[in-house]
């Protein structure tokens, strides 16, 4: 069975994240035109780079043009697609019907995807796109696996399904809801949703405005509009005889922490799958990791229930913090380590070896923390061992993207993160300087 997994990459760094710990393709926005206006996304530069960078892997890139441009805007956008010619990127993902025409235009010989934001539900919808020459279709978030099934069997067997299995969902049909821009001006369609669906709300009497009253949704609070995030973990046998052939992540407005941990736990899931179908078995790890990046509670959005059935809103605001990502494995120059021998220190001990880190969060020594390693759950040790680039032995390391070495007891490579752990069990051993 071929099945893709399909990560967020919202700047370079989570590109990297991604494609290292298991997925199969990305998808990225160049500056304009894709929904994800505050991620980093790419420059046209940057585009041809990752293009580079992905394909020398072996993986996909697809590149979201999936905003709803104006009138005005079709310059930028024929400017723009233009300067794409020669990136020989895998698909662009498309959801207006001029851009697709525009598409076809200038690059005849792209593979097109039409975007979630169609809300395609039916199969009807589903042929019309395909007639259209499309070669992928992401489903609205809102069907049932019932209903995937029933438009599977109805489209030729060439044109590919795509759905979402983690992350925000709308509380809206995907980007059709003008709150946003009721409130703030920001046009969902268009990149720029500050979500005003996640606030709180109080209703205001006109005159009693200083006693604002609470809009009551039950007795544990006033969270009406605020989904739940999506998480099928736990569901990967019913994903993959869904018809579906891409299995997509959402998220590239959040951190190449969380792009490296969620896409690694879908990974180990899929691959257990595949290896051995009958004899799959759920592990619990896996949910485990994905409770340690930042989200709102989960739930399994409309796969197994309809929308009018379980509106699959939360039941506490806000969300639930992630561990803090300490930092991320780099290379090293020998010569950088001959620095440290020239001050007694070891590169190797009774107690592991030493590794150059970038900082990303503060670490201390006696912090328990976990290695994040592709095709692993996290494996806990306590910091004993820190030091500068100088060889001077550290505390901490405060300063933020600040180079330092850690002495880890298991091997380490190039990409592997290091978060916040909890000691269970550990001991702290003392340096051997």
């Not at 420059?43 to 043009?65: M, N």
């Not at 698909?91 to 792209?110: S, Y």
């Not at 299995?165 to 509380?171: E, K, L, T, V």
Request: glycine share 6%; hydrophobic share 40%.
């Amino acid at each position: 069975m071929k099945v893709e997994l399909l990560s967020p990459a919202g700047n370079f760094e989570k590109l990297t994240a991604a494609i290292r710990f298991g997925a199969d393709a990305v998808y990225l926005a160049g500056k304009a035109f894709g929904m994800r206006s505050a991620a980093d996304n790419f420059t046209v530069e940057e585009i041809y780079q990752a293009v580079d960078y992905v394909h020398a892997r072996g993986k996909k890139l697809y590149l979201t043009v999936n905003t709803l441009p104006h009138e005005d805007e079709y310059p930028a956008l024929r400017q723009f697609l233009s300067e794409l010619s020669g990136a020989n990127i895998d698909a662009m993902i498309v959801a207006d019907l001029g851009t697709l025409a525009t598409v076809r235009e200038l690059l005849p010989n792209m593979e097109i995807h039409v975007s979630t934001q169609t809300s395609i539900v039916s199969s009807a919808a589903a042929n019309a796109y395909a007639a259209m020459g499309v070669k992928r279709l992401v489903l609205a978030r809102e069907l049932t696996l019932a209903e995937i099934k029933a438009i599977r069997k109805k489209l030729d067997p060439k044109v590919e399904l795509e759905v979402f299995i983690h992350g925000s969902m709308c509380i809206s049909y995907s980007g059709r809801c003008l709150l946003a821009n009721a409130m703030g001006g920001r046009d969902g369609n268009r990149g720029t949703c500050t979500q005003p669906c996640r606030w709180n709300y109080k209703i205001i009497e006109e005159k009693r405005p200083d006693t604002p009253l609470g809009i009551e949704q039950n007795e544990l609070g006033t969270f009406i509009m605020s989904s739940k995030d999506l998480c099928m973990i736990e569901h990967i046998p019913e994903l993959m005889n869904s018809g579906a052939v891409s299995f997509k992540i959402e998220g590239r407005m959040k951190s190449a922490y969380y792009t490296a941990v969620v896409t690694n736990a879908y990974r180990m899931a899929i691959d257990a799958y595949l290896r051995d179908p009958e004899n799959y078995r759920y592990r619990p790890e896996w949910k485990n990791e994905l409770e340690s990046v930042s989200h709102r509670e989960y739930g399994t959005g409309f796969f197994f229930s309809e929308p009018m059935d379980e509106p699959q809103v939360v039941s506490t605001c806000g969300y639930l913090r992630e561990k803090a990502y300490f930092s991320t494995a780099t290379e090293y120059h020998e010569e950088e380590m001959e620095v440290l021998r020239s001050c007694g220190i070891s590169q190797v001990n009774e107690n592991g070896r030493l590794y150059r880190f970038i900082q990303r969060n503060k670490v201390s020594l006696g912090d328990a923390a976990e290695l994040i390693t592709p095709g692993k759950i996290g494996t806990p040790f306590l910091v004993n061992e820190l030091y500068a680039p100088d060889g001077t032995q550290l505390p901490a390391t405060p300063h933020p993207s600040m180079i330092y070495w850690c002495r880890v007891p298991f091997e380490v490579k190039e990409g592997d993160i290091l978060r916040a752990g909890v000691a269970r069990g550990l001991e702290v051993r003392p340096p051997d300087c």
